[in-house]
């Protein structure tokens, strides 16, 4: 088996910060997701990339950017926070058109 | 776009009983994927199904083969440990990258 970790757990910030959040895979997955769920609602996908180097915009890509830094990580940016913005980021990994595997998430609370 | 609707959107299931949760899509799906949200936040996939039906233990999945325009999840003997947020989501194939649609989940609440 396999797991996925994510760093930091929790993340907080400030208005106009920008902040990482970093994710793990060692289940040697091709692509990789990240998502956004707010409180007491599903996931938004944010960006994917199917393979190194590979960048693709979800339906919440404004706001953010990613980086597929090599085959077992893939890291997002929040480019600038909004005050008060609460949310949890889910990173995933599968073999492309495959089950998806999802991180523990990443809380983010903005002050 | 294409859409996820999941029903019910809470549920409260007395010890021992049985009880389905629903997602119906808008558009043909590829394939379909469930997942039970515990209280830490993190996400365990239950089942994954390109069509036909999956069980596991109590849990069982379908995927309606034909239309591909639904999927189901029962819970039979409802435990306490089954309380928890269920999703659905979908994946339509074709350009959609393996992007995966969630549905707005079930808050399961299951009582002695």
């Known amino acids: 088996g396999g797991i996925i970790t994510q760093t930091p757990k929790f993340l907080i910030g400030q208005e106009g910060q920008k902040l990482t959040l970093k994710c793990q895979q060692n289940f040697n997955h091709d692509t990789m997701y990240w998502y956004r769920q707010d409180s007491g609602k599903g996931l938004r996908l944010i960006y994917y990339?199917?393979?190194?180097?590979?960048?693709q915009k979800g339906d919440l890509s404004e706001g953010y950017d990613a980086s597929r830094e090599k085959k077992s990580s893939f890291s997002l940016t929040v480019t600038s926070a909004q005050k008060n913005e609460m949310a949890v980021f889910l990173c995933?990994?599968?073999?492309?058109?495959?089950?998806?595997?999802f991180g523990p998430g990443t809380r983010l609370t903005v002050l | 776009g294409d859409q996820v609707e999941q029903s019910p959107s809470a549920l409260s299931l007395h010890e021992g009983t049985d009880s389905a949760l629903r997602c119906n899509f808008t558009?043909?799906?590829?394939?379909v994927q469930w997942f039970r949200q515990n209280s830490r936040g993190s996400l365990i996939s239950l089942f994954y199904l390109a069509s036909g039906t999956k069980e596991n233990g109590r849990l069982k999945s379908a995927f309606d083969s034909k239309e591909r325009r639904y999927s189901t999840l029962h819970i039979r003997d409802a435990q306490l440990e089954d309380s928890g947020t269920y999703f659905c989501a979908a994946e339509a194939g074709g350009g959609s990258g393996n992007k995966l649609i969630f549905g707005t989940g079930t808050l399961l609440s299951v009582k002695p």
């Open positions: 995933a990994s599968s073999i492309q058109g495959w089950e998806q595997y």
């Open positions: 990339s199917i393979t190194e180097n590979d960048l």
């Open positions: 558009t043909t799906m590829r394939s």
